[in-house]
């Protein structure tokens, strides 16, 4: 099964290798760091300890995290794992260029680093150089050479978080044969609902090890970034704007939608001078394009490295063309619409702009959060539209409603609030799977030293 799968993986590589090259982009995303694609990794101190402690030989605990959104989840677990486990490394792998980009900002970890392309050289290259002890990966990104190796070096493996959607359990139902012994590898199943862990258990997970323990994004605590706040309000002091709309991680054929839904909000506002509509891009190469259609729209605009000098126009529009800044900018929104849920993309992490007690506007596919939309749409917490004419006149009924604005983001906080604890649950396995480890690794020790 496995020289199959790497051949078909290796087939695959080759066959993307022309689109990636074309797309590589002047950042060089897909070239630039290929040696630690292919598990060069700077390897990691044999020994982690604060300044004049002791030496002690622990190993790492390694999280992978492919994007952004997976990014954000652990941050806050990161933070916990540094303070309960002070003496050991704790490593963040990513897969996508802006999921780097977003870690080296916020996750405060003491490498971050592509996680290696899942053939059997490179997986074994980057457990050798970080020499793990434990390995969490976020969400359910299932990579058989990379279990195998793991399994192999009695390194134990916790999913957090884990999620299954309906489009990829469709998927892994076609393999699910195969897939059952490389499920048998994982220590421990976390999932985030109850249809989570019957997806993973129908895949073939050992019920003894799959258990809910709910979704670490509702833990979050968005950055503030209070230097670039003080920038922007007094950008739009100075701009006499009162009110701000946020269209948050728009991908692909979202932003003219947006554009337009705004160009119709404007026309029938009274006091559209007032306005502002931040537009966030979730991608960065596609800065250039969302430039363009504002620029063709005929509304004035801004990009946000020219706040310093140029306020944002009124009535008008702020490219947010920076990485980083997306959460800190949905504290100060009359509304929010998050981006990827209009286009058939699947939509984005609503609980940023929940946790600042703003209203969240989403389109009809949010299938990456699904349990999350449900759960604000039954509450009242959030609103779905299903085109660009229903974003404008929900946006137009929020603006001229400060009630039911207040009514809609303060619902959204509560039910936030009443999600939480899933990195307290999540540290606790965490906890039990190491001393679990430890406790083997004496055992082993003691029966060597005995004979």
Request: contains cysteine; hydrophobic residues 50%; charged residues 20%.
């Amino acid at each position: 099964m496995y020289w199959l799968y790497s051949i078909v993986l290796a087939l695959g590589l080759v066959a993307l290798t022309p689109w990636l090259l074309l797309r590589n982009g002047p950042d060089a995303r897909y070239t630039r760091f290929l040696g630690e694609r292919l598990g060069g990794v700077r390897p990691l101190p044999p020994l982690h300890c604060a300044p004049g402690a002791p030496a002690v030989g622990r190993g790492a605990i390694w999280i992978h995290a492919v994007s952004v959104g997976e990014t954000l989840a652990v941050e806050r677990l990161i933070a916990q794992l540094r303070q309960r486990f002070p003496q050991r490394p704790v490593v963040l792998s990513v897969t996508t260029a802006t999921g780097r980009a977003v870690a080296e900002r916020r996750v405060d970890a003491d490498a971050i680093f592509y996680f290696p392309l899942d053939f059997r050289f490179a997986v074994r290259r980057a457990l050798a150089a970080i020499a793990p002890d434990l390995v969490l990966i976020a969400e359910t990104e299932i990579w058989p050479n990379f279990l195998r190796e793991a399994a192999a070096r009695n390194l134990p493996v916790v999913f957090i978080n884990g999620r299954v959607s309906a489009r990829s359990f469709a998927r892994y139902r076609l393999v699910r044969r195969l897939l059952r012994p490389t499920l048998g590898r994982v220590s421990e199943f976390l999932m985030q609902t109850r249809t989570d862990a019957d997806r993973i258990l129908e895949l073939g997970a050992d019920p003894a090890h799959v258990q809910v323990a709910g979704n670490l994004k509702f833990d979050l605590i968005p950055p503030e970034q209070p230097a670039f706040l003080r920038l922007l309000r007094a950008a739009l002091e100075r701009a006499g704007i009162e009110r701000v709309l946020v269209a948050g991680s728009t991908m692909e054929g979202e932003d003219a939608i947006v554009i337009e839904a705004y160009r119709h909000l404007l026309a029938h506002l009274a006091a559209p001078q007032n306005v502002l509509l931040v537009l966030a891009p979730r991608h960065p190469q596609r800065f250039e394009q969302a430039a363009a259609l504002l620029q063709a729209s005929g509304l004035p605009w801004t990009r946000r490295f020219r706040l310093d000098v140029q306020p944002p126009p009124a009535g008008g529009a702020l490219l947010l063309d920076s990485i980083g800044e997306l959460a800190s900018v949905y504290q100060i929104a009359a509304a929010v619409f998050i981006g990827g849920s209009l286009t058939p993309h699947g939509g984005h992490n609503i609980l940023e702009p929940a946790y600042w007690g703003v209203p969240v506007v989403f389109g009809p596919h949010m299938e990456n959060f699904a349990h999350i939309a449900e759960l604000f749409l039954a509450q009242g917490a959030a609103l779905r539209v299903s085109s660009g004419l229903e974003l404008s006149r929900v946006w137009r009924q929020l603006l001229d409603d400060p009630a039911q604005r207040q009514r809609v983001g303060a619902a959204g906080r509560t039910l936030l609030e009443s999600q939480r604890g899933a990195t307290g649950r999540a540290l606790d396995v965490i906890q039990t799977v190491i001393d679990s480890a430890e406790t083997r690794e004496a055992e082993v020790a003691a029966t060597e030293n005995s004979r």
